[in-house]
Nanobody, 123 residues
Framework: QVQLVESGGGLVQAGGSLRLSCAVS????????MGWYRQAPGKQRELVVA???????NYADSVKGRFTISRDNAKNTVYLQMNSLKPEDTAVYYC?????????????????WGQGTQVTVSS
């Protein structure tokens, strides 16, 4: 059973910082890509940042220079450091992973999602 579990969300004042974590567990063969998405009330889910196994990253323009993704491959954990937070960053943040996993009959590559963590930035 593959699980992505986010943590680190909360309430912070504008200008503050938070660090989100996403721990991946299960029969993981390899992690091809990891990323963070967010969904604000009444809006569609949007990409915050995507990171490939090769180290390339793609940030949304709205978070460039403020957010940083990092990975600890030994722990199968990805982090999102969020600085200079703004009220418009308020959303549920979801971890996303493109993972190769081991099944009884072989391996399969699929996209998995965490349950989300709430980030609220007050003005």
């Amino acid at each position: 059973q593959v699980q992505l579990v986010e943590s680190g969300g909360g309430l912070v004042q504008a200008g503050g910082s938070l660090r989100l974590s996403c721990a991946v567990s299960g029969s993981i063969v390899s992690i091809n890509a990891m990323g963070w998405y967010r969904q604000a009330p009444g809006k569609q889910r949007e990409l915050v940042v995507a990171s490939t196994s090769g180290g390339s990253t793609n940030y949304a323009d709205s978070v460039k220079g403020r957010f940083t993704i990092s990975r600890d491959n030994a722990k199968n954990t990805v982090y999102l450091q969020m600085n200079s937070l703004k009220p418009e960053d308020t959303a549920v943040y979801y971890c996303n992973g493109d993972l190769k996993t081991l099944r009884s009959w072989g391996t399969v590559t699929a996209t998995y999602w965490g349950q989300g963590t709430q980030v609220t930035v007050s003005s």
